[in-house]
């Protein structure tokens, strides 16, 4: 039986980053787990990962398949789970080992801080960029209302955090998809691990630009990690 291919966003965007990837890949036969939005935003890290943890069967064997900030999450998750692999997606890439990692680079934290509300709350992720042109990330302006839609807004404390890094977890197949260059060191950690490594040429949320592209890559993936 083949693995369910388990989709996880960046605690900051949604389920629907995935969505159109997710269907592709359903409609090739693959079962595929996303994470829903949760009720309310995460305040802490444990709120992130149990949200992802929740959304993965406990039953089967699983790839995980995470994006952006998730991709932070994976060793923990794995060892909770029936992982099998894992293919990063534009996604930060956690080192070979150590006791955590950081949510966000040190150097990123200070701009986020100038960004904070009153109550600590930061804007959703799309105000970040100071008047940046974000148009490209999406296909339309329909898909960009309803992914802003799903934004979370999440506490500068959120990202003052690390998450656990079992020291083992880099021994089951890994694979990393980059759209563009955005993402050039973890592309080259994942290089240097000996992994097969993928680049489409795009933007962050490219899974929604073209996700027939996005999935035909994971599962090409997949199939040289065997």
């Not at 069967?57 to 999450?73: M, Q, T």
């Not at 100071?130 to 839609?149: K, M, N, Q, Y």
């Not at 807004?153 to 563009?180: H, I, K, M, T």
């Not at 260059?181 to 949320?205: C, F, I, N, Q, S």
């Amino acid at each position: 039986m083949e693995p369910v291919l388990c989709l996880l966003p960046s605690p900051l965007l949604g389920p629907s980053c995935w969505r159109p990837a997710a269907d592709v890949l359903s409609d090739r036969g693959w079962a595929v787990a996303s994470v829903p939005r949760p009720s309310r935003a995460p305040r802490c890290a444990a709120d992130a990962l149990d949200a992802c943890l929740a959304a993965i069967p406990s039953d089967r064997d699983v790839v995980l398949i995470p994006h952006s900030n998730a991709g932070l999450f994976v060793p923990w998750l794995a060892a909770q789970r029936r992982v099998a692999g894992y293919v990063f997606a534009d996604a930060g890439l956690p080192s070979d080992a150590g006791s955590s990692v950081p949510m966000i680079p040190a150097e990123f934290y200070d701009m986020l801080a100038g960004k904070a509300d009153d109550a600590g709350l930061l804007p959703p992720w799309t105000q970040w960029w100071d008047g940046e042109d974000l148009s490209g990330l999406f296909p339309d302006a329909r898909t960009r209302e309803i992914v802003e839609r799903e934004q979370q807004r999440l506490p500068l404390s959120y990202f003052e955090e690390s998450v656990p890094v079992p020291a083992d977890w880099p021994a089951r197949p890994g694979a990393y998809l980059a759209f563009g260059d955005t993402y050039a060191a973890e592309r080259a950690a994942a290089v240097a691990r000996g992994w097969p490594v993928t680049t489409l040429p795009g933007e962050h949320l490219h899974m929604l630009v073209d996700p027939d592209g996005v999935a035909t890559a994971i599962t090409d993936l997949l199939a040289s990690q065997r």
